[in-house]
């Protein structure tokens, strides 16, 4: 059974900072996704990440993937209050039918 | 503008009902998804849908049923069988090697 773990769960940061998030997952996978949903609203989807070394960058913010740790980051670069929301990363199963399973989500609060 | 609309935005429902949420999306996707939210957790995957005709259960299908009879139309009942149906619903759908796009979701409360 495929597991996602995000940590931290809940991060408050002041603008300007910087800081990762991560993303641990249990069994191989050859996709991962990064979504944003802000507080009553539904998913927006910010990368996708299909390869080893993928690395995707927009704006403040850029994800990365290691499958052989099993691992992807979200870094935030020079917050800013815009950035506060949810952030899930989801993982893709192998058999093509594109199930995911996400992480429980990281809830990032930017202080002024 | 192609997108997913989903209704209602808000439902209640009284116990021992059943409830259909609808889903509809003209984007012109194969794939379609229904997800479960709970306050403060990730989504959990319900039911999935490939093709017209064709579907399979999630991780929490039990007291949920669903239709695909048309490519455009995914709805999801919530049966009585359901004993804890307060939640956020959200639809997705899914065309090529595209993410998953999402739908605005139907807040469900049991009253």
């Known amino acids: 059974e495929l597991k996602v773990e995000q940590n931290p769960l809940f991060l408050s940061m002041q603008e300007g900072k910087n800081y990762t998030i991560y993303c641990n997952y249990s069994t191989t996978s050859d996709r991962l996704y990064w979504y944003r949903q802000d507080p009553g609203k539904s998913l927006e989807s910010l990368f996708v990440l299909l ?28 917050a800013v209050h815009d950035l506060s929301a949810t952030y899930f990363c989801a993982v893709g199963d192998n058999f093509g039918n594109e199930k995911l399973t996400f992480g429980t989500g990281t809830r990032l609060t930017i202080i002024p | 503008d192609g997108g997913i609309t989903q209704s209602p935005k808000y439902l209640f429902r009284k116990e021992g009902q059943n409830v259909t949420l609808s889903c509809e999306q003209n984007l012109n996707h194969d794939a379609m998804y229904w997800y479960r939210q709970d306050p403060g957790q990730g989504l959990r995957l319900i039911y ?48 090529g090697e595209t993410p998953q796009y999402f739908g605005p979701g139907t807040r469900l409360t049991v009253l």
């Open chain 1, 51 to 78: 390869s080893n070394g993928a690395v995707k960058q927009e704006g403040r913010l850029m994800a990365s993937l290691d499958t052989k740790a099993r691992l992807s980051t979200l870094h935030i670069t020079a």
């Open chain 2, 48 to 95: 999935y849908s490939q093709i017209v005709n064709d579907f399979q259960k999630g991780d929490i299908a039990e007291g949920y049923s669903v239709s695909r009879e048309k490519k455009e139309s995914f709805p999801l009942t919530v049966t009585s069988a359901q004993k804890n149906p307060t939640a956020f619903y959200l639809c997705a759908s899914r065309g």
